[in-house]
């Protein structure tokens, strides 16, 4: 018989009641500085450092990121003989986090600054992923986590090896041990969590595409190619990728054509700044739909671990751009 969702869907629910409303959102990236952000979160019930903004951006990031992660736990406590099912969650935060620490490490990023962003997870607590980020090479990243048995410990150590490791290489054997496991994952899971996976691995493509089209295309493109989508094809992304970077995203809009994701592609800034939030913001919002018609199954934990992730990125976008400004005291002189 297969598990029940209704209390997973009752916590999920629950949490993504909490979550920062549209108006909040505006709120914080209005903020004159970064006393008002940290004002505005406190007021949203996040827990704070105890000298709040003067702590600097980099605590307020972490708080938010720890509350994150505090939800997610509840969920995965909560998740009983769903845990497999739910892995393809948590592993895709996984992932993404270990990305960013692998070109961290590759660009001898400060092990302090790789951390910012990255959401920690149940398998990947807070503490894991400072000594990760601390790792002076992919390589030892992949050490590391194969003396954990992380699954995606060996899949870095094979494609980490040389003096100067490739970061496109490393991302790519990231990504397919990643895709490999999760439509393992999802089967017999039901259409919600494929549906998930399906998606995340057409975005993922259309990323990956946009990218190598816009460092000039790579003829050997669709080695890159992630199978498990189903709105770009193979053949697609290898024209997207060895084409003009002009012609890359209006390419890509067409691929989506009928979804929320063909009005991002099409309408894209010159640089394509924010291309990757907008994209999940789109995600996020086509899972939420999903959720409503199938309020019974996993649909509505899949959403709330997109609109979660999307809350982290939005909130730590504003905190870095208050941190940037100065507030009317200080720019006065400030008072006595």
């Known amino acids: 018989m297969k598990p029940g969702w209704e209390d997973l869907d009752s916590r999920a629910a629950g949490l993504a009641g909490r979550l920062l409303d549209r108006s909040q959102l505006e709120r914080l990236a209005a903020a004159a500085d970064l006393a008002a952000v940290a004002s505005g979160l406190e007021e949203a019930g996040f827990v704070l450092p105890s000298g709040g903004a003067s702590e600097g951006p980099a605590a307020l990031e972490l708080a938010v990121r720890r509350e994150a992660a505090r939800r997610l736990a509840l969920l995965a406590r909560w998740s009983g003989p769903r845990a497999p099912m739910l892995a393809v969650i948590f592993e895709d935060e996984e992932r993404r986090g270990l990305r960013v620490l692998i070109r961290g490490a590759v660009q001898g990023v400060p092990a302090a600054s790789r951390l910012s962003g990255l959401l920690p997870t149940p398998r990947l607590p807070e503490r894991a992923l400072e000594e990760l980020a601390r790792q002076a090479s992919p390589g030892a990243i992949g050490a ?10 060996h899949a870095i150590l094979g494609a980490a090896r040389g003096v100067r490791p490739d970061i496109l290489q ?5 990504n397919r041990a990643w895709a490999a496991r999760a439509v393992a994952g999802v089967k017999g899971a039901g259409d919600a969590l494929k549906a998930h996976v399906c998606r995340t691995l057409d975005l993922d493509n259309a990323l990956t595409a946009l990218t190598l089209a816009l460092h000039g295309g790579e003829s050997r493109a669709d080695e890159h190619f992630l199978e498990g989508g189903e709105l770009l094809d193979r053949r697609a992304f290898g024209r997207i990728a060895a084409g003009e970077a002009a ?7 067409a691929e989506f054509h009928g979804t929320p994701y063909q009005a991002v592609l099409a309408n894209l800034d010159e640089d394509w700044t924010g291309l990757e939030e907008a994209l999940l913001a789109a995600h996020a919002a086509e899972r939420h739909a999903a959720a409503r018609r199938d309020p019974l199954g996993p649909a509505p934990v899949a959403a709330f671990a997109l609109q979660q992730r999307l809350e982290v990125v939005r909130i730590g976008r504003s905190i870095w751009r208050a941190a940037t400004r100065r507030s009317p005291s200080a720019s006065m002189g400030g008072t006595r």
Do not use: D, I, Q
Request: proline share 9%; glycine share 4%; aromatic share 10%.
């Open 144 to 153: 590391m986590l194969s003396s954990w048995s992380h699954p995606f410990g």
């Open 247 to 253: 012609a890359a995203a209006p390419a890509a809009a």
């Open 170 to 174: 490393l991302e790519l054997a990231l």
